[in-house]
């Protein structure tokens, strides 16, 4: 007869073994699994916020004995790396208020196993954004100035108080889940004011996801005539709302490999299809202004914005298509193709737009230091090992079906 196992006992930090190469550390009714490739993402981490103490200790044109300069930004270039970063990581964010326009608004109650992780992932990408954008000022420290003297004209006014109430928002979204589990006393609140939260989740993104855009509609001299156009605007919003889709896909990757959790294939067909059908708008708009604007012949004039032109359109549009509407969006694997892929041209987009397009009116060249590249690569996986804190202690994944748990169609095991 085995001996008795004594209960954890409460508040005591204890390491358990998880196979040959994990261990699981725990405090009290917390806990985080350890494993090579987590222990990767945490010195990535940690090299990215010693860059950013740099940054903040010596400010954006500082430089560091044996590192260089802590950023190459300049006057030519006041936005680089940084804020191509940020405007991707809104994008990619996307996926937030897409589902919850499909689930809540639009009654599709077949979304609800994906709607928590989709939440969390769109609330992470949001705090990075407004992380990044603090550093990028260069008085960082003035960063609360906008909320107490309003530009009522400004976009960027417009971006910044937008941005700041959705993550509110996405945060207040998600305590429904985190007093769940503590501060339980909290938690009748939250689901009562949940339909509010949604309401305000749905209209913010709308606002800032197209302003983005607007803010190079006096840039008409400066950006390429290939991205510049009168509906720049309508175009990011259109993107940031096929991206949430793909991005759902990518994230479904991380699941699996990490909890071994699959997503509901028919969710991600579906989101897939809906996404694609939002990318043929997008690409018949695009195709409509370049031609009513006599540009289509900048397409093939074999300069490098029209290359990185076809690189976008052609690997980030016209490839997910033919996967979308074909039978491999029957196959899980092709699914997760199509999200990185359309994810792929949404960020070559906003670097076309930031970046390529702009370089030849700059007046100068300019290429990311390698201080921005790390404090870029570490908020990234700063953001991923979050993710999975949180998914590790509260119910994120609760409905996504553990492997082996549950037949998949054939068409799925063929993939």
């Known amino acids: 007869m085995s001996a008795p196992v004594d209960p954890p006992r409460q508040g005591l930090f204890r390491i358990h073994r998880e196979g040959c190469c994990a261990v699981r550390l725990a405090f009290d009714q917390w806990s ?9 993402l945490i010195a990535v981490t940690a090299a990215g916020l010693t860059v950013l103490a740099f940054r903040l200790l010596l400010g954006l044109g500082g430089s560091v004995p044996g590192l260089g300069l802590v950023t190459h930004l300049n006057d030519d270039w006041p936005w680089g790396l940084w804020i191509t970063r940020d405007l991707c990581g809104v994008a990619l964010a996307g996926g937030g208020y897409g589902t919850a326009l499909m689930l809540y608004v639009l009654g599709n109650g077949k979304l609800k196993p994906i709607a928590r992780a989709t939440l969390l992932s769109s609330l992470i990408g949001y705090i990075l ?9 260069g008085r960082y420290w003035n960063f609360w100035r906008p909320a107490v003297n309003w530009g009522y004209e400004s976009i960027l006014f ?18 429904e889940v985190i007093t769940e589990k503590v501060f339980c006393m909290f938690h009748r609140f939250f689901v009562t004011i949940m339909p509010f939260l949604l309401i305000l989740g749905i209209v913010l993104p709308t606002l800032h996801q197209s302003s983005l855009g607007a803010l190079y509609l006096m840039m008409d001299e400066k950006l390429h005539p290939l991205w510049f156009s009168s509906y720049i605007f309508i175009f990011f919003l259109l993107s940031s709302f096929f991206v949430g889709p793909a991005m759902i896909a990518v994230e479904s990757v991380l699941a699996y490999f990490a909890y071994k959790r699959l997503a509901p294939l028919p969710v991600l067909k579906m989101l897939a299809k809906i996404g694609g059908w939002m990318m043929v708008v997008y690409l018949v708009l695009k195709f409509a ?7 289509l012949h900048l397409i093939f004039d074999g300069s ?15 490839l997910p298509l033919c996967i979308v509407f074909t039978s491999l969006v029957n196959y899980r694997a ?12 949404v960020v070559m987009n906003r670097t076309n737009v930031i970046m390529i397009g702009m370089s030849r009116e700059a007046g100068s060249s300019y290429f990311p230091s390698g201080m921005e590249i790390v404090l870029t690569i570490g908020l990234v996986t700063g953001g991923i090992l979050v993710y999975m804190f949180l998914c590790e202690n509260f119910n994120i994944l609760g409905a996504y079906e553990k492997v082996g748990e549950k037949t998949e169609s054939a068409s799925d095991s063929a993939s």
């Open 289 to 295: 202004d370049l031609y009513g604007h006599g540009k």
């Open 304 to 318: 490098y914005e029209s290359i990185a032109f076809l690189i976008e359109i052609g690997i980030g549009i016209i």
């Open 129 to 137: 954004v407004v992380i990044s954008l603090l550093i990028e000022i």
């Open 334 to 345: 092709w699914i997760v193709v199509y999200g990185f892929l359309t994810a792929f041209g």
């Open 32 to 40: 985080f699994r350890l494993t090579p490739a987590r222990l990767v």
């Open 158 to 175: 417009e971006v910044f108080i937008c941005v700041s109430l959705y993550t509110i928002v996405q945060t207040l979204k998600l305590c």
